[in-house]
Structures are given as structure tokens and as C-alpha cells.
């Protein structure tokens, strides 16, 4: 699948904020929304081109958090992939419908400084599982609302 070009729709989304002690991340993503035709129906393709992520809470633990992760700058040491295809099927019968059926692959990549897993209180698995989950919580509730207003905007384009 080609990346969204000049052609395509491009905007930004704001997350809910993932909590952690002492601080919440907040995220942008810039995402490019591409129109193709899978068989007959249609297919969005979301790839994400960018992001932009910020650190809010208690200075020491803003400061620290960016100074480990590379926060802050340009060249942080944490990356974001995210492509979602959502599909448009019309279900004929004797109530048609319309269902609307999404296939996300998302992967967050974070590296830490060797020294800073020695002192962690837990082990890097424990530590990776720990913030699995609340990123699953974050992401979960943002996928719901999308759904919602895909449902919305759909009824909304109906006659």
C-alpha cells in the first residue's frame, strides 16, 4: 500500500492521555486517510506520518521522563508505527446493513538507557507488560470513541 500523498486526506488526532505516576503523556498523531477499492467495498487506509508527544506533570518527573526517553526533542529514542484499514461492507437481506470492520497494527518502540532498567523496582518484562496495558487502556477507549463517530458521520451522510 502506497503512503498517503498530496491527494490524500490528512489530519491530526489528540489522544486522551496515557497516566502514569507523576505524569501524563499526551499525543498527537498526524494521520493520512487513503480511499481504495477493495473488491467492492470501499477501504480506508489510515497511516500514521507522524506524532508529537508531551510530557505534562510534577517538573522533576517531566524532566527525568524526557532525559530518559528523549522527550522533547527531535531525536528521541521512541518511535510509532500505526496503520489501520477500516472497510465498508453492505450486507444485503431482508434488513441490509451497513458493518464497518477495522484491522489496526500498531507498535510502539521505546528504548531506555542500560542503566536506567537497573534501577527500575520491577523487570523489563514486568516493566514492558506494565505499560502495555496502559497504552491498551488509552488506545481502547480512543478506538471506542472513533467507532462511535464513524457511526455518526455515517448516519449523518444517509438521506
Known amino acids: 500500500m502506497a503512503p498517503p500523498d498530496e491527494t490524500d486526506e ?50 522533576p518527573v517531566v524532566y ?29 437481506g431482508d434488513e441490509p446493513k451497513v458493518v464497518f470492520k477495522t484491522d489496526t497494527r500498531f507498535v510502539i518502540t521505546v528504548k531506555f538507557p542500560a542503566f536506567l532498567m537497573k534501577i527500575l523496582p520491577t523487570n523489563k518484562e514486568k516493566a514492558e507488560e506494565q505499560g502495555s496495558q496502559a497504552i491498551k487502556k488509552a488506545v481502547s477507549k480512543d478506538v471506542e470513541a472513533s467507532m462511535l463517530a464513524y457511526e455518526e458521520a455515517y448516519l449523518n451522510s444517509c438521506p
Open 10 to 59: 490528512v489530519f491530526v488526532v489528540k489522544t486522551g492521555g496515557v497516566q502514569f505516576p507523576g505524569l501524563t503523556l499526551e499525543a498527537s498523531a498526524i494521520m493520512g486517510v487513503k480511499l481504495t477499492e477493495d473488491g467492492t467495498d470501499p477501504k480506508y487506509v489510515v497511516t500514521m506520518i507522524g506524532d508529537e508527544r508531551k510530557a505534562k506533570g510534577l517538573p
Open 64 to 92: 527525568i521522563f524526557n532525559k530518559l526517553t528523549g522527550g522533547g526533542s527531535k531525536n528521541g529514542s521512541s518511535a510509532n508505527l500505526s496503520f489501520t484499514d477500516i472497510v465498508c461492507e453492505f450486507i444485503d
